[in-house]
């Protein structure tokens, strides 16, 4: 049985989408820029960057797009590269590019059951586009291939009217009601971040309640939580942008690899430990569910995610993301640690010295 043994939070850093939902990080920036960038590298490269080999074991890389996921050619060869290497993968998409989804089927059979697909569903664009018959084929298509799914929703004022109707298509098409997702207002790492509404967080809390969703209570316990714990990111868990080959420690770090650009050089190894420069855990229900903060107890990355009633996931997909990175990583020691906090301290500081400059700067403008 495989167990993970790295987590890489993978961006491509395209903003191209056919929908226009009121709530997308791209639009609030207006960064819709309507562009595929061309990759510093090719999958070749990256798929011999991202050996087990190089990267010690079997590793799960999460991808999703600036914009729609799977808008670029190249996501396909990439996502090849990395099921060839024996790794998981998962492709967050709004669902509706059927022409590109079909490539899929290129991908050998016997790899399938490590890829799963995350399908955003935006109701409201779903409707207004006519695409709800499409997005739901296409879910059947990707269910058809044996690969893993699940459908989420983020939670919007304007769709507080509609829920029953979501739930109950839901119900129908995919045998159970959708993961829900908070939803937060875009804006800066280090100031405070908040919820997409205009209801008061109860009321926000009250709203996702009957659909019974591990996902949202995960993340709204760790929302606005600071995290002191001693954290893995940096050693056990990056990001990475695919298209520069820049790996980091965690969103909120200035230190920095380019691991395409040599591909004989180790994978830096100096974990964040107690200095996380994030308000919060942004992604917890990724980083913290796979155990990056091993002295925390979490649920496990797939049971805030499968629904058991519509056999979202494959059994070998479902008992790999039910590991935690504990069990094949050993814990730093204590020397280790203090080197850690003591680098990660002049980490935090200097990128929130970044930060204030660009704000700053922004301000200018
Ligand atoms: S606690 Fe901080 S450093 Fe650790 S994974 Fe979460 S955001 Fe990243």
């Known amino acids: 049985m495989d167990k993970i043994k790295k987590f890489f939070e993978c961006l491509i850093p395209e903003t191209v989408c056919n929908l226009r939902c009121g709530y997308c990080y791209v639009i609030q920036r207006s960064q819709n820029t309507m562009k595929v960038p061309e990759l510093d590298y090719s999958p070749e490269i990256i798929g011999k960057a991202l050996t087990q080999e190089r990267l010690g074991g079997v590793c799960y890389f999460s991808i999703c797009g600036a914009g729609e996921t799977f808008v670029p050619d190249y996501l396909i060869?990439?996502?090849?590269?990395?099921?060839?290497?024996?790794?998981?993968?998962n492709i967050t998409t709004n669902g509706t590019l059927t022409k590109k989804m079909r490539r899929l089927e290129t991908i050998p059979q016997e790899w399938r059951s490590r890829l799963q697909i995350a399908f955003s569903f935006h109701y409201l664009e779903l409707i207004r586009?006519?695409?709800?018959?499409?997005?739901?084929?296409?879910?059947?298509?990707?269910?058809?291939?044996?690969?893993?799914?699940?459908?989420?929703?983020n939670l919007y004022d304007e769709y507080v009217p509609v829920l029953d109707e979501i739930k109950s298509i839901c119900m129908e098409k995919v045998g159970a009601p959708p993961q829900i997702v908070a939803t937060r207002k875009e804006t800066s790492l280090t100031s405070k971040i908040e919820l997409m509404t205009s209801h008061t967080v109860e009321e926000y809390k009250s709203f996702a309640q009957s659909f019974k969703s591990p996902l949202f209570d995960f993340t709204m316990k760790n929302f606005n939580v600071r995290r002191r714990e001693f954290c893995y990111a940096g050693s056990w868990t990056y990001t990475l942008n695919l298209k520069t080959g820049i790996l980091k420690r965690c969103y909120a770090s200035c230190i920095h690899q380019n691991i395409f650009e040599n591909?004989?050089?180790?994978?830096?190894?100096?974990?964040?430990?107690?200095?996380?420069?994030?308000l919060f855990c942004l992604n917890s229900s990724h980083f913290m569910s796979l155990g990056v903060i091993p002295s925390i107890k979490t649920p496990s990355y797939v049971s805030l995610r499968n629904r058991k009633d519509g056999q979202w996931y494959t059994p070998q997909m479902e008992e790999f993301l039910s590991s935690k990175l504990i069990e094949s990583n050993a814990e730093y020691s204590t020397l280790k640690k203090i080197v850690a906090n003591i680098i990660s301290a002049g980490d935090k500081v200097a990128y929130h010295s970044y930060r204030k400059?660009?704000?700053?700067?922004?301000?200018?403008?």
Request: one cysteine or more; glycine letters at 6%.
């Open 129 to 153: 586009l006519n695409l709800m018959e499409t997005f739901f084929s296409n879910i059947e298509f990707v269910k058809s291939l044996g690969c893993s799914y699940l459908v989420q929703l």
């Open 263 to 278: 591909i004989e050089k180790p994978i830096m190894d100096m974990a964040v430990g107690k200095c996380c420069g994030s």
């Open 357 to 365: 400059l660009v704000t700053l700067k922004r301000k200018k403008k």
């Open 77 to 89: 060869e990439i996502v090849h590269e990395l099921l060839k290497n024996g790794h998981y993968v």
